[in-house]
C-alpha cells in the first residue's frame, strides 16, 4: 500500500495505491471519497480535502504510520464504504544476502539470484555485471516506492519471475553515486534482514 500527496501540484488530495494494477479502471464516488476498482478488486482511492480529515504533510511518497493510516480508514468508511484497510508496515529496503547465482536460461546479460532477507528467500532477476554469490546487498522488495517514483512489483524478466530489486547506489538516489552500471555491494557490518533506511 503506497500513499501519495502533493498538495501544491495537484490539490488537496491523498492517492491511495493498495494494488499496482493495470486498467481499466472503474470509479465509485462517495462524498470527497473515490473508489477505484479493477475486476471488481479495489486498488485505490482518491480522498479529497484530506487535510481536513488528516495530519497529512509532505510532498510525494508519504511514509504509512498507524495513525494516518486509522485517519485514511475514517475517511473511508465515513463516506459510505466498508472496505479495510491493510498495512504493511515492515521496512520496504532491506540488507539482504545474495546465495545463489545463476545464468538466466534466455538472457545473457541476466542473472537468476537466490536471496536470503530472513523473513524470506526471493528470487530476483538482476541485469548488474558485479552481482556474485555471497555478497550483502540492498534488496528493495515488492511495494518499495523508489526514489524515482517507481514502484517495485512481482514481475517475470524473459520468463523468469522476480520479486523484488538489488539496489545501485545511483537507484537509491545517495550522495557520490558512481556513474558506471553495478549494484552497491555492502560490507559485513550489514546485518542481513535489517532496514536499509532508517524508516
Do not use: W
Amino acid at each position: 500500500m503506497n500513499l501519495f500527496y502533493n498538495n501544491e501540484a495537484v490539490g488537496d488530495v491523498a492517492f491511495l495505491q493498495i494494488e499496482v494494477t493495470e486498467g481499466p479502471f472503474d470509479y465509485v464516488t462517495k462524498g470527497d471519497v473515490v473508489e477505484i476498482r479493477n475486476n471488481d478488486q479495489v486498488v485505490g482511492y482518491n480522498i479529497f480535502n484530506i487535510s481536513k480529515k488528516s495530519q497529512i504533510s509532505g510532498n510525494g511518497h508519504i511514509k504509512l504510520t498507524e495513525a494516518l493510516v486509522a485517519e485514511l480508514q475514517t475517511a473511508i468508511t465515513d463516506a459510505g464504504f466498508d472496505y479495510k484497510l491493510n498495512a504493511d508496515f515492515s521496512p520496504k529496503f532491506v540488507v539482504g544476502y545474495v546465495e545463489t547465482k545463476e545464468k538466466h536460461p534466455d538472457a545473457d546479460k541476466l542473472s537468476v539470484l537466490k536471496v536470503d532477507v530472513v523473513t524470506e528467500q526471493l528470487q530476483i532477476v538482476c541485469g548488474a555485471p558485479n552481482v556474485e554469490a555471497g555478497q550483502k546487498v540492498v534488496v528493495a522488495k515488492v511495494g518499495a516506492v523508489m526514489p524515482s517514483g517507481m514502484v517495485i512489483k512481482d514481475a517475470e524478466l524473459r520468463g523468469v519471475a522476480s520479486s523484488g530489486m538489488i539496489c545501485s547506489m545511483k537507484e537509491l538516489n545517495l550522495p557520490n553515486a558512481p556513474q558506471e552500471k553495478g549494484i552497491m555491494v555492502l560490507s559485513d557490518d550489514y546485518t542481513v534482514g535489517q532496514a536499509f533506511f532508517e524508516e
